[in-house]
Structure formats: structure tokens, C-alpha cells
């Protein structure tokens, strides 16, 4: 049970499945509703749409249609990179998020930069660095989610 939480939990921080209230409620998000938009719209929806057009392409990259949510998933970073106090409580955190964001900035200038070239190995490496950042980040910013029955000691 607790593993479906988080699993459903972490969806959601993706734009994935949508947490249920009762998720959402008795867990502490570190989301703000400004960082939310920006993640779900400007990063993980174009970066979903590269991973299924580059690594599961039949035959040859359409490297033209990777350019519009190239440009969108650096644009979102960007925004992101923008927040003066992201939603994090304690400075040590606040520098591990910038620290990742850092990290998701350069790679999405690399993965442009594979895009304009047209290097399938570039974008491969990169989406693939994206993805391990993006993992990391919301593995140390889990939702802290208690999903033990009302009243009862786990």
C-alpha cells in the first residue's frame, strides 16, 4: 500500500496520475502551485514527448519535431532556474535544488545542441541524464505520505 502511495504521489509531482485527496492531504507537499504549472506543462510533457520520439521511433528521428519541446523543456527550466525561493525547508535543500536544476539546465542546452546537429547519441545521452536528474531530485523531495489506518500504530 505504501508503495502504490508513492508511486501515485510521484506521478503526480510528474504530471502523471493525479493523487487523490486523501494522498495529497496526509502527506507534506513541497510543490508550489507556480512550480507544479511550470513542471507538468514546460517540462515533463515535452520531455515524455522526446523520450517516446526518440526511443521509440521506428526508424530514423524526426529531428524537426524534436526542436518545438526541445525549446519548450529548456524555456520551463529556465522559468524554474527563475524561482527566488523555491518551495524547499532549509537552505541545505535550497542548494540541492538549484544544484539539480543546474544540472537539468545544462543537459537541455546539450540536448538542443544534439537536436540542431541532429546526433541521435547527443539527445540519447542527454534525455537519458535528464531523466536520472529528474529521478534523483524527486527521490530527495519525496512526499512524506503516512498511510497507516487512522488511530493504529504502524
Not at 54 to 82: C, M, N, Q, S, W
Request: glycine letters at 8%; hydrophobic letters at 45%; charged letters at 20%.
Amino acid at each position: 500500500m505504501r508503495t502504490a502511495m508513492l508511486m501515485i504521489a510521484g506521478l503526480a509531482a510528474c504530471g502523471g496520475a493525479k493523487s487523490s485527496p486523501a494522498a495529497a492531504s496526509s502527506g507534506t507537499s513541497l510543490h508550489s502551485a507556480e512550480l507544479n504549472r511550470i513542471m507538468k506543462l514546460e517540462v515533463n510533457q515535452p520531455f515524455s514527448a522526446m523520450q517516446f520520439m526518440v526511443f521509440h521511433a521506428e526508424g530514423e528521428i524526426d529531428y524537426a519535431a524534436l526542436a518545438t519541446p526541445a525549446e519548450t523543456l529548456r524555456g520551463g527550466i529556465t522559468k524554474v532556474r527563475a524561482i527566488v525561493d523555491p518551495p524547499v525547508q532549509s537552505n541545505e535543500a535550497r542548494s540541492v535544488f538549484f544544484t539539480f536544476v543546474e544540472n537539468l539546465s545544462h543537459d537541455a542546452d546539450r540536448l538542443a545542441q544534439g537536436v540542431a546537429r541532429h546526433d541521435r547519441g547527443q539527445i540519447e545521452a542527454a534525455l537519458n541524464r535528464i531523466g536520472d536528474t529528474c529521478n534523483n531530485c524527486h527521490h530527495f523531495f519525496r512526499l512524506a505520505i503516512d498511510d497507516t489506518p487512522a488511530g493504529k500504530a504502524p
